[in-house]
Protein backbone atom coordinates (compact mmCIF):
# COMPACT_ATOMS: atom_id res chain seq x y z
CA UNK A 1 0.00 0.00 0.00
CA UNK A 2 0.75 3.55 -0.77
CA UNK A 3 -0.40 7.01 -0.95
CA UNK A 4 -0.63 9.46 -3.12
CA UNK A 5 0.09 12.97 -2.83
CA UNK A 6 -2.92 15.29 -4.34
CA UNK A 7 -0.38 16.80 -6.71
CA UNK A 8 0.30 13.96 -8.21
CA UNK A 9 -3.00 13.01 -9.39
CA UNK A 10 -5.89 14.90 -11.52
CA UNK A 11 -9.06 14.99 -10.47
CA UNK A 12 -12.55 16.29 -12.86
CA UNK A 13 -15.69 16.88 -12.22
CA UNK A 14 -18.12 15.03 -14.60
CA UNK A 15 -21.83 14.12 -14.56
CA UNK A 16 -22.90 10.81 -12.14
CA UNK A 17 -23.64 8.17 -14.54
CA UNK A 18 -26.32 6.74 -11.53
CA UNK A 19 -27.95 10.43 -11.59
CA UNK A 20 -27.46 12.99 -14.22
CA UNK A 21 -28.43 15.88 -12.25
CA UNK A 22 -25.76 15.36 -9.66
CA UNK A 23 -22.15 15.53 -10.18
CA UNK A 24 -18.89 12.80 -9.69
CA UNK A 25 -15.24 13.08 -9.21
CA UNK A 26 -13.32 11.30 -11.82
CA UNK A 27 -9.40 10.99 -10.41
CA UNK A 28 -6.69 10.17 -13.56
CA UNK A 29 -3.31 8.67 -12.48
CA UNK A 30 -0.90 6.69 -15.04
CA UNK A 31 -3.81 6.76 -17.45
CA UNK A 32 -6.50 4.93 -15.26
CA UNK A 33 -9.43 6.43 -14.04
CA UNK A 34 -10.54 5.93 -10.64
CA UNK A 35 -13.96 7.12 -8.86
CA UNK A 36 -14.41 8.75 -5.07
CA UNK A 37 -15.60 6.27 -2.80
CA UNK A 38 -15.08 7.57 0.30
CA UNK A 39 -12.99 10.31 2.58
CA UNK A 40 -11.50 10.01 5.84
CA UNK A 41 -10.46 13.34 8.02
CA UNK A 42 -6.57 12.99 8.47
CA UNK A 43 -6.82 11.55 11.99
CA UNK A 44 -8.70 8.45 10.25
CA UNK A 45 -5.85 6.79 8.47
CA UNK A 46 -6.44 3.77 9.83
CA UNK A 47 -10.26 3.54 8.44
CA UNK A 48 -8.90 4.41 5.05
CA UNK A 49 -6.52 1.56 5.05
CA UNK A 50 -9.00 -0.87 6.73
CA UNK A 51 -11.35 0.13 3.51
CA UNK A 52 -8.33 -0.24 0.57
CA UNK A 53 -7.79 -3.81 2.29
CA UNK A 54 -11.11 -4.62 2.21
CA UNK A 55 -11.43 -3.74 -1.77
CA UNK A 56 -8.30 -5.01 -2.48
CA UNK A 57 -8.02 -8.05 -0.60
CA UNK A 58 -11.87 -9.19 -0.48
CA UNK A 59 -12.85 -7.33 -3.89
CA UNK A 60 -9.74 -7.87 -5.86
CA UNK A 61 -10.29 -4.48 -7.13
CA UNK A 62 -7.80 -1.61 -7.99
CA UNK A 63 -7.51 1.51 -5.84
CA UNK A 64 -5.92 4.14 -4.57
CA UNK A 65 -5.69 6.66 -1.62
CA UNK A 66 -4.61 9.99 -2.02
CA UNK A 67 -3.37 12.52 0.61
CA UNK A 68 -5.35 15.64 0.42
CA UNK A 69 -4.87 18.66 2.55
CA UNK A 70 -7.22 18.11 5.18
CA UNK A 71 -8.67 14.05 4.39
CA UNK A 72 -7.53 11.42 2.58
CA UNK A 73 -9.65 9.65 0.07
CA UNK A 74 -10.41 6.45 -1.18
CA UNK A 75 -10.63 5.96 -5.34
CA UNK A 76 -11.62 2.79 -7.18
CA UNK A 77 -10.75 2.00 -10.48
CA UNK A 78 -13.29 0.92 -13.83
CA UNK A 79 -15.61 4.42 -14.47
CA UNK A 80 -17.33 2.45 -16.21
CA UNK A 81 -18.78 -0.28 -13.56
CA UNK A 82 -18.77 1.89 -10.39
CA UNK A 83 -18.60 -0.49 -7.54
CA UNK A 84 -21.40 1.38 -5.45
CA UNK A 85 -24.86 0.25 -7.06
CA UNK A 86 -28.79 0.45 -5.31
CA UNK A 87 -29.01 -0.84 -1.81
CA UNK A 88 -32.38 -2.60 -3.09
CA UNK A 89 -29.56 -4.53 -5.56
CA UNK A 90 -27.16 -5.94 -2.85
CA UNK A 91 -26.96 -9.56 -3.15
CA UNK A 92 -27.45 -9.98 0.93
CA UNK A 93 -30.27 -7.97 1.78
CA UNK A 94 -29.49 -8.28 5.31
CA UNK A 95 -26.82 -5.70 5.12
CA UNK A 96 -29.73 -3.42 3.87
CA UNK A 97 -31.30 -4.16 7.20
CA UNK A 98 -28.19 -3.04 9.10
CA UNK A 99 -27.71 0.05 7.55
CA UNK A 100 -31.59 1.32 8.14
CA UNK A 101 -30.96 0.23 11.35
CA UNK A 102 -27.50 2.48 11.56
CA UNK A 103 -29.96 5.26 10.77
CA UNK A 104 -32.48 5.09 12.83
CA UNK A 105 -29.49 4.67 16.00
CA UNK A 106 -27.77 7.76 13.73
CA UNK A 107 -31.49 9.48 14.11
CA UNK A 108 -31.73 8.49 17.93
CA UNK A 109 -28.73 9.38 19.10
CA UNK A 110 -28.18 13.03 16.68
CA UNK A 111 -31.82 13.89 18.31
CA UNK A 112 -29.90 13.37 21.91
CA UNK A 113 -27.08 15.57 21.10
CA UNK A 114 -29.88 18.71 19.78
CA UNK A 115 -31.78 18.09 22.77
CA UNK A 116 -28.75 17.92 25.40
CA UNK A 117 -26.21 20.08 23.75
CA UNK A 118 -27.97 22.54 20.93
CA UNK A 119 -28.22 22.82 17.10
CA UNK A 120 -24.65 23.56 16.80
CA UNK A 121 -23.44 20.68 18.04
CA UNK A 122 -25.84 18.62 16.79
CA UNK A 123 -24.78 20.14 13.19
CA UNK A 124 -21.33 19.20 14.09
CA UNK A 125 -22.01 15.57 14.86
CA UNK A 126 -24.22 14.94 11.84
CA UNK A 127 -21.41 16.67 9.46
CA UNK A 128 -18.60 13.88 10.96
CA UNK A 129 -20.54 11.43 10.41
CA UNK A 130 -21.43 12.24 6.76
CA UNK A 131 -16.91 11.13 6.63
CA UNK A 132 -18.05 7.51 7.08
CA UNK A 133 -21.25 7.53 4.93
CA UNK A 134 -20.26 6.93 1.46
CA UNK A 135 -22.31 9.40 -1.11
CA UNK A 136 -24.34 10.93 1.11
CA UNK A 137 -22.47 14.71 1.41
CA UNK A 138 -25.22 17.05 3.00
CA UNK A 139 -26.94 16.88 6.70
CA UNK A 140 -29.96 17.50 4.54
CA UNK A 141 -29.28 14.23 2.37
CA UNK A 142 -28.52 12.71 5.30
CA UNK A 143 -32.19 13.27 6.99
CA UNK A 144 -34.00 12.17 3.90
CA UNK A 145 -31.68 9.01 3.92
CA UNK A 146 -32.89 8.40 7.73
CA UNK A 147 -36.21 9.15 7.02
CA UNK A 148 -36.85 6.70 4.38
CA UNK A 149 -34.93 4.28 6.35
CA UNK A 150 -37.47 4.23 8.85
CA UNK A 151 -40.31 3.51 6.32
CA UNK A 152 -39.84 -0.81 5.18
CA UNK A 153 -41.65 -0.25 2.37
CA UNK A 154 -39.65 2.27 0.42
CA UNK A 155 -36.25 1.00 -1.00
CA UNK A 156 -33.19 3.32 -0.23
CA UNK A 157 -32.29 5.25 -3.58
CA UNK A 158 -28.14 5.70 -2.12
CA UNK A 159 -25.23 3.52 -3.24
CA UNK A 160 -24.78 0.32 -1.32
CA UNK A 161 -22.29 -0.08 1.57
CA UNK A 162 -20.03 -3.01 2.58
CA UNK A 163 -19.88 -5.28 4.97
CA UNK A 164 -16.50 -3.79 6.02
CA UNK A 165 -17.99 0.26 5.45
CA UNK A 166 -20.92 -1.12 7.93
CA UNK A 167 -18.30 -1.97 10.39
CA UNK A 168 -16.57 1.47 10.13
CA UNK A 169 -19.85 3.28 10.06
CA UNK A 170 -21.08 1.76 13.40
CA UNK A 171 -17.20 2.19 15.06
CA UNK A 172 -17.51 6.23 14.06
CA UNK A 173 -21.28 6.10 15.63
CA UNK A 174 -20.03 4.34 18.87
CA UNK A 175 -16.84 6.58 18.80
CA UNK A 176 -19.16 9.90 17.87
CA UNK A 177 -21.76 9.10 20.79
CA UNK A 178 -18.87 9.04 22.98
CA UNK A 179 -16.79 11.98 21.90
CA UNK A 180 -20.57 14.35 22.47
CA UNK A 181 -22.57 12.28 24.95
CA UNK A 182 -19.61 10.09 26.67
CA UNK A 183 -19.16 6.77 26.36
CA UNK A 184 -21.02 5.01 29.36
CA UNK A 185 -24.08 6.87 28.41
CA UNK A 186 -23.85 5.85 24.61
CA UNK A 187 -23.65 2.55 25.55
CA UNK A 188 -26.95 2.69 27.08
CA UNK A 189 -28.97 5.08 24.60
CA UNK A 190 -27.48 2.93 22.24
CA UNK A 191 -29.62 -0.51 23.85
CA UNK A 192 -32.56 1.64 24.29
CA UNK A 193 -32.24 2.49 20.78
CA UNK A 194 -31.83 -0.95 20.03
CA UNK A 195 -34.58 -2.24 21.71
CA UNK A 196 -36.77 0.43 19.74
CA UNK A 197 -35.84 -0.86 16.11
CA UNK A 198 -38.53 -2.90 13.93
CA UNK A 199 -38.33 -6.36 14.93
CA UNK A 200 -36.72 -7.44 11.58
CA UNK A 201 -34.29 -4.63 11.66
CA UNK A 202 -33.26 -5.30 15.48
CA UNK A 203 -33.44 -8.95 14.78
CA UNK A 204 -30.66 -8.44 11.51
CA UNK A 205 -28.66 -5.53 13.34
CA UNK A 206 -27.91 -8.23 16.39
CA UNK A 207 -27.02 -11.14 14.31
CA UNK A 208 -24.86 -8.89 12.34
CA UNK A 209 -22.76 -7.37 15.89
CA UNK A 210 -22.58 -10.98 17.21
CA UNK A 211 -19.78 -11.48 14.13
CA UNK A 212 -18.23 -8.06 14.58
Known amino acids: MFIINIQDVQIVE????????QKAFV????????LLLQVFPLSRLDSAQSLWRHLTDDRSQVCL???EHQQYSVWVEN?????????????????????????????GLWAEVRELLGQN???????????SIPTISS???LLAAIAIAMQPDKS????????????ILYQEIQRLGGKYLGKNYTK???????RQLLPRLKNSFQAWLLKQ
Open 139 to 141: LKD
Open 188 to 194: ELLGDLQ
Open 65 to 67: IVK
Open 14 to 21: ILDPKNPN
Open 27 to 34: LDYLNRKY
Open 121 to 131: QAAAFGTELLV
Open 79 to 107: IQKPVATNLADLADPRLESVFRAQMCLID
Open 156 to 167: IDIYAISGQQLS
